[in-house]
Structures are given as structure tokens and as C-alpha cells.
């Protein structure tokens, strides 16, 4: 299959490269952003081979391919400039649609995530089969090294997300990756087992286990986007360098432990299921099930 070609299909029947505000993937769909969906010819995009369906979806023009939607998307971005940007969507008022940014974000995040998530969950229970079946010794470094290797993307997944989420809104990966980081650090990790009373700069801290959670980098890399770009704008560009990186980490990492690790402890345990669960077991069941992909989601299950 020639993905290229393929790409250059595609490109002219949504209108053209200058048609396009943005272009990112999930699993099986491209996702575009385009000027003027109008331009696009739906019906042709759907007779290319590997192209399953077209969707439009809010301001998204979503083009199902499925399983090789990531080297459509590789062959599109090598020949053309277009890539992941953070899209200002609108509604058909011109307002902005606040539900499609914050599952842009979300969707846009995890995307990336998904081989190294999908992997090691595979991996996880592989292993879990073999120690069923005594076919593995548990005790031994074989299993050791195989189990760190299938925990990795979820005990780590604060960096992951910090990065994604990073480029997702085109800010440096890699300082939201910091931001993560210094959370699992093992000074910071260490105060979990303090039984003082903590503070910092005078402020009562309340310190949260950031390891494997979600909600928390969400929100803290959505702050950290527009703090970066402020600081671009006021900084002189000699001093960017390491001016900007050093204030973007002395404002985030601070304002997520004192702030955004408290409040997703705080939503998670304010949920208020045992107040449902007095009310109505079964209601309760019910609305639980409902949201709770959504819980696991933002990392507050």
C-alpha cells in the first residue's frame, strides 16, 4: 500500500492543504479541523481503499481508516506542513464549543498513549495467564523484569500524559514532562510517609500520590500552556532559554501539589457514593456504571 499516494488522495478531497487548521489521529480515525468542510467531497473520500467511513462531528471531519491510520497520517505529515495544533473549535455561533476542546484535549492526550497503554495491558495479563497456569515462577527475575516491564506506562503515566498533553497544546513536551517527573521524584515521594504536618512557603500542604494519575496532569499542563506562551511574550528572547523553562517549573510544579492533586483527591473522594448508596443501592448502580468510564478517564475512579 502507498501510503503517500493515499495521503495526496485524501489532502485534495478535503479541500487542500490550505483548507486544513489541524490534523491529528486517534486509533482509527484522521482527524481534521478543516476552514471549509464544504470543500471536501465525501462521497470520493469514501471510495479511496483503506477508507472506511467519513464522520463529521462537531467541527471535526473524521476519515475512518482503522488500523493503518497512523502511517496514513505519518506519509500526510511528511509531505505536507500539517500536524497536531491546538485548534480554537467553534460552534456554528462562532462561540467556542467548551465539550469539544476539553475531549479534543483529552482524546488528543491519550491518542500517542494508546500502543504503549494497549501493549502493556497485554503484557500484564499475559502474565497474569502464565502464573495461572505455573508455567512462570512469580518469585523469580524473569517474572520480575517482565512485570516491571508491563507496569511501567501506568505507574509512570504522569510523564506520559505531562508530554502528550504538552504537544497536544504545542508547548514543550518536555518541561510538561518535568512537571511530571518531579512529582514521582523520591524527595517529594518520600513526604507521603511523613506524619508532620507539612508546609511550604507557609502553606499547609497536603500531599497527594501522584503516581498513575490523570486528572491532576490534565488540568496542570492546560495551565501550563498559556503560562508559557505569556512568558515568551514578556521574557527577552536572550533569556529564554532557561528563563522560561525555570519559571514555567518553579510556578507549575508548586500550584499542582498545593492545588490541583488536592482538588482531584478531593472530587475523587467527593463523589459522594456513600450518600447514594443510603439513598438507592440499585440508583445509585445505575448512575455509577453511567459515568464511570468517564471517571476513569479523568483519573478520579
Not at 88 to 108: A, H, L, M, Q, T
Not at 175 to 180: D, K, L, Q, T
Request: glycine share 6%.
Amino acid at each position: 500500500m502507498n501510503y503517500d499516494n493515499l495521503g495526496k488522495e485524501i489532502i485534495d478531497l478535503v479541500g487542500g492543504e490550505n483548507n486544513i487548521s489541524s490534523l491529528e489521529h486517534c486509533a482509527t480515525r484522521l482527524r481534521f479541523v478543516l476552514k471549509d468542510t464544504d470543500q471536501a467531497d465525501n462521497s470520493k473520500i469514501n471510495e479511496l481503499p483503506k477508507v472506511l467511513q467519513v464522520v463529521e462531528q462537531g467541527r471535526q471531519f473524521q476519515i475512518i481508516i482503522s488500523n493503518d491510520v497512523a502511517n496514513v497520517y505519518d506519509a500526510i505529515v511528511k509531505n505536507y506542513s500539517i500536524g497536531q495544533t491546538y485548534a480554537k473549535e467553534e460552534n456554528e455561533s462562532g462561540k467556542r464549543n467548551i465539550i469539544n476542546i476539553i475531549f479534543s484535549y483529552i482524546s488528543g492526550t491519550f491518542s500517542p498513549l494508546l500502543p504503549a497503554l494497549a501493549g502493556s495491558g497485554m503484557l500484564k495479563a499475559l502474565l497474569e495467564i502464565l502464573k495461572s497456569l505455573n508455567w512462570i515462577n512469580d518469585k523469580g527475575a524473569t517474572f520480575a523484569i517482565l512485570n516491571a516491564t508491563s507496569n511501567a506506562v501506568f505507574y509512570f503515566l504522569p510523564i506520559f500524559i505531562g508530554m502528550s498533553a504538552s504537544k497536544k497544546l504545542n508547548v514543550n513536551p518536555y518541561i510538561g514532562g518535568v512537571v511530571a517527573a518531579s512529582l514521582l521524584e523520591p524527595s517529594f515521594t518520600n513526604l507521603l510517609k511523613s506524619e508532620e504536618n507539612l508546609t511550604f512557603i507557609g502553606r499547609s500542604l497536603v500531599v497527594t500520590d501522584f503516581a498513575s494519575t490523570v486528572f491532576s496532569l490534565l488540568i496542570a499542563i492546560a495551565i501550563y500552556a498559556p503560562l508559557e506562551r505569556l512568558l515568551k511574550r514578556w521574557v527577552p528572547k536572550v533569556l529564554q532559554l532557561f528563563l522560561v523553562p525555570m519559571l514555567s517549573l518553579i510556578i507549575m510544579v508548586p500550584l499542582t501539589v498545593l492545588v490541583f492533586g488536592p482538588f482531584s483527591e478531593y472530587v475523587s473522594s467527593g463523589i459522594g457514593i456513600d450518600y447514594m448508596l443510603g439513598f438507592s443501592r440499585i440508583l445509585t448502580g445505575v448512575i455509577i456504571a453511567s459515568f464511570w468510564p468517564f471517571l476513569v478517564v479523568l483519573g478520579v475512579h
